[in-house]
């Protein structure tokens, strides 16, 4: 609409009015937003109905299965028996229950939230873990290495069932998604509605495992004897969130946790399994990011410049010697170079070159030194081709996750408890990283993979790996987390406090 310069005042504001007016029918506008509001709105409140739902059905069930707990806590039940396990699977598997862990987790899912920067999934689990009236303090894991990782941090959450006395075991499950666009098919309902993120490698899953199982321990509270210490972490995905919950206190939290369990799904494995081995099951991780520093210049003019890309590729294709002449073929150890960056323009040779990657091996002293190796690598192409290169490493590298031998031994026969294979598979370790591996280092632990790569005909393919785009959650698998949950919380106190009350003899 154009206006001319005779038009008259009182025109004006009739104009104005009549925008002000028909602005809400204005498209892709506000009603967007408002749209969007709407649905996290709804969203929240059907996780919070659908935890209501299973805090009722779980507490009716255990009003009828709390025999079966007091006989099991007063020693007349043998671990290796089958009333508890059967309790604990009837309680897992009722429909509110399949209910709440699908709603939690498609909710969790459709709302990635990536290292430190967790609101909206920590808000989701302390909006469940009020309705369940369990006990929490927030705030944890605060990022102390803001210029490594996004974030300012806090979104950790450690919850508590049980009397508040010892023993006391933790329950881990971590939070953060990956930078990752989602490809996954066949789940329009609930992909990822944030672009460039993804949960990628089931941690929505692990948290509404965690969850379930804090719905169905929770009913249990009177009979407990001890203290099951729930624990949601944040930035494992390289930010070492677990790191930050130890330095801020997690162990030393009164009373104090003598074991540590966490879960892994797992696509290489067969939904319904359950795995693990003694010693170390995940590698040590560190990550590096590499500056090659030459001349740039013209491409016709090769011997007037300094070329970082010739120098840099030398160096990537060298890396490999590290694994296949400094480690033994009897030991592991990987370095990956995943980001090569140079120039601008075909007919550049660029200034820089930017290299990253990761090294990794079974061990901090192998993992340390094939680090040293590649700086020295790095120092002789710099010699080789005159370059001028930095390195960085990560603010916190991954050390192993080893499961303790002895508590392993124990604990393998809660996991053919729940395995729908009634035995619990033992696998070769993995080069992958897991930050569980701190927590580890402090308390005697043991860390699960539970398979899920089979899924069934109404849902995606779930073998793709973890990180990949297409990866998909085997939904079926997350009653069979909460049993493993609670079943090792369960029997881990009472085998704490057996062993508690033969020190106590032995010393009289």
């Known amino acids: 609409m154009r206006v001319s310069s005779r038009t008259t005042i009182p025109a004006l ?56 707990v007091e006989e099991f806590f007063r020693g007349n039940e043998d671990e290796s028996s089958s009333s508890l396990r059967d309790a604990i699977r009837g309680m897992a598997n009722t429909q509110e229950m399949q209910d709440f862990l699908q709603t939690t987790r498609r909710s969790l899912h459709r709302k990635p939230e990536l290292m430190y920067e967790l609101p909206v999934t920590s808000q989701t689990i302390q909006s ?36 508040g006395e010892e023993p006391c075991v933790i329950l881990r499950a971590d939070m953060d998604a990956l930078p990752i666009l989602e490809a996954t098919e066949g789940i329009q309902e609930y992909k990822s509605k944030v672009p460039g993120k993804m949960h990628a490698c089931g941690h929505d899953g692990h948290v509404t495992m965690l969850l379930g199982a804090a719905a169905l321990l929770k009913n249990f509270e009177a009979n407990i004897k001890g203290t099951i210490r729930l624990v949601f972490q944040p930035a494992e995905e390289g930010g070492a969130g677990m790191k930050r919950m130890v330095e801020e206190g997690l162990v030393e939290l009164e009373p104090k946790a003598k074991n540590a369990f966490g879960i892994h799904v797992w696509p290489t494995l067969p939904s319904g399994t359950v795995a693990s081995r003694p010693g170390a099951l995940m590698a040590a991780a560190e990550m590096f990011e590499i500056a090659v520093q030459g001349k740039g210049g013209h491409a016709a003019m090769p011997h007037l410049t300094i070329d970082p890309i010739v120098a840099a590729a030398s160096f990537v294709a060298n890396l490999q010697s ?23 323009a ?53 050390p192993p996750t080893v499961n303790d031998p002895e ?102």
């Open 128 to 163: 469940v873990l009020d309705e369940l009236g369990i006990d929490y303090t927030a705030g944890w894991a605060k990022n102390t290495h803001p210029e490594a990782y996004p974030g300012s941090g806090g979104y950790g959450i450690v919850a508590h069932i049980g009397n």
């Open 13 to 68: 504001l009739l104009l104005l009015v009549f925008l002000v007016q028909t602005a809400v029918s204005i498209p892709f506008a506000s009603k967007t937003k408002q749209r969007t509001a709407d649905e996290e709105t709804a969203d929240s409140a059907a996780v919070r109905d659908a935890a209501s739902e299973v805090s009722k059905t779980e507490k009716e069930l255990a009003n009828s299965n709390s025999p079966v």
């Open 346 to 398: 075909f007919n550049v040779i660029p200034a820089s070159v930017t290299i990253k990657g990761t090294i990794r091996a079974l061990s901090n002293d192998m993992l340390m030194s094939m680090r040293d190796d590649v700086v020295r690598m790095l120092a002789a192409t710099d010699a080789m081709h005159s370059t001028n290169s930095t390195i960085k490493f990560a603010p916190d590298f991954y």
């Open 407 to 508: 508590l392993f031994e124990w604990s393998k026969h809660v996991g053919a408890l729940v395995s729908r294979e009634q035995t619990m598979r033992d696998v070769e370790p993995t080069m992958g990283g897991e930050d569980f591996s701190f927590l580890a280092e402090a308390i005697p632990s043991v860390f699960f993979l539970l398979g899920q790569g089979t899924g069934g005909d109404d849902l995606p393919r779930t073998d793709y790996g973890l990180h990949h785009p297409s990866f998909a959650l085997d939904e079926h698998v997350l009653t069979i987390g909460v049993e493993l949950h609670a079943n090792l919380a369960l029997r881990a106190l009472k085998q704490l406090a057996a062993t508690a009350d033969e020190t106590a003899q032995a010393e009289l």
């Open 322 to 344: 590290i694994v296949s002449r400094t480690v033994s073929p009897l030991q592991s150890g990987v370095v990956s170079v995943t980001q090569f960056t140079a120039g601008d």
